[in-house]
């Protein structure tokens, strides 16, 4: 679906809401913090600028954000755990404005990390951005996962299959779904209002998920880490523009 430039611009300010998050939780990631306290701080952001959590109520989902520790990939749900030094911590917020989306996601540092962790880190980020380089006018969909894919494999590192990219507008998660990793066709033409959640989600081991009993949190079938870097994205006249950054 295109956007109007009055819907990308509502879309825009709730891009700013999810940075604002992403700047205020950073802030706060540390040891001894625990992931309710992280949400906590995700919800005061919120409200104070009006907006609504897209994440809270989501097929019953009890949070504002996603907190997802270590070997978590995606959907922990925030709670008792203590954040311990070496730890990574992935945080996966949204916020609604007048009815429009905005979500991304983060991994950070927990003190000091391990070389591997931290390589994992990067080259995650890393793929993001590859990919958000492609959100052009006329070129394939498909495109945004050869571009994590070719980043991504000389590591090594597992590219979850499972779990993938997304159009976003007045609903989170909208047609079309955006693999990480090239699914062997080019797909369709991406067109000026296009507006993707584009969301890399790479495993220091193999790629293979387990979710947990909860229902939501999925984790690495092998228990090694994993990052998960995600922003919204709008197909610009003059190339790609990212929502969920600040000013």
Request: proline share 5%; net charge negative.
């Amino acid at each position: 679906m295109r956007r109007t430039k009055d819907e990308i611009a509502k879309m825009r300010r709730a891009g700013k809401v999810v940075a604002e998050i992403h700047e205020k939780t950073r802030a706060v990631i540390a040891p001894g913090v625990t992931t309710l306290q992280i949400d906590k701080v995700a919800r005061d952001v919120i409200e104070a600028r009006g907006a609504r959590s897209n994440f809270l109520g989501y097929n019953g989902f009890p949070a504002v954000i996603c907190t997802s520790p270590n070997g978590m990939i995606v959907h922990g749900i925030p709670g008792s755990y203590v954040l311990k030094e070496g730890d990574i911590i992935s945080i996966d917020a949204g916020a609604i404005i007048e009815g429009y989306h905005g979500d991304a996601a983060y991994t950070a540092a927990v003190g000091e990390i391990s070389d591997q962790a931290a390589l994992l880190l990067k080259v995650t980020e890393e793929s993001l951005w590859k990919a958000i380089d492609v959100i052009r006018d006329g070129n394939r969909l498909n495109e945004i996962g050869r571009a994590v894919e070719t980043h991504v494999k000389p590591y090594g590192f597992g590219i979850v299959r499972e779990y993938v990219g997304h159009g976003i507008g007045t609903a989170m998660h909208e047609s079309p779904q955006i693999t990480n990793y090239w699914p062997g066709e080019p797909g369709p033409k991406m067109k000026v209002g296009n507006v993707f959640a584009v969301e890399p989600m790479i495993n220091l081991g193999a790629p293979e998920t387990v979710t947990l009993e909860d229902g939501w949190s999925v984790v690495t079938k092998d228990g090694s880490l994993s990052a998960h870097f995600e922003h919204t994205i709008v197909v610009g006249e003059d190339g790609p523009e990212v929502l969920t950054v600040s000013d």
